[in-house]
Nanobody, 124 residues
Framework: QVQLVESGGGFVQPGGSLRLSCAASGFTFSDTWMYWVRQAPGKGFEWVSTINPGGDLTNYVDSMKGRLTISRDNTKNTLYLQMNSLKSEDSAVYYC?????????????????RGQGTQVSVSS
């Protein structure tokens, strides 16, 4: 069965950095588009980033462009998200996900599979 296990979250001050990891199993990782999504307290899911199977196509949410780098190691079945210059509004639970589509009306992510999430808290 599909398993996605995130790690690397934590508490940082504004301007700090974190690197999230996601260990994937139960499917052919190297053939799969992968995503990071997040959910802030009291809000719905928000798409954060996408990477293609080869790792050479990436996309990022506008609010975090220039501060994020998504990457993958297909030999280790692992997805990463490097987050720099973090802001308080970046605080959320971050999830690794697959089979993600966008709701045609709200543009909210429709998530097929996701992990248990890792908490990112940014505060002074």
């Amino acid at each position: 069965q599909v398993q996605l296990v995130e790690s690397g979250g934590g508490f940082v001050q504004p301007g700090g950095s974190l690197r999230l990891s996601c260990a994937a199993s139960g499917f052919t990782f190297s053939d799969t588009w992968m995503y990071w999504v997040r959910q802030a307290p009291g809000k719905g899911f928000e798409w954060v980033s996408t990477i293609n199977p080869g790792g050479d196509l990436t996309n990022y949410v506008d609010s975090m462009k220039g501060r994020l780098t998504i990457s993958r190691d297909n030999t280790k079945n692992t997805l990463y998200l490097q987050m720099n210059s973090l802001k308080s509004e970046d605080s959320a639970v971050y999830y690794c996900a697959k089979d993600v589509q966008r709701d045609p009306v709200t543009r909210a992510p429709l998530i097929g599979y996701r992990g248990q999430g890792t908490q990112v808290s940014v505060s002074s």
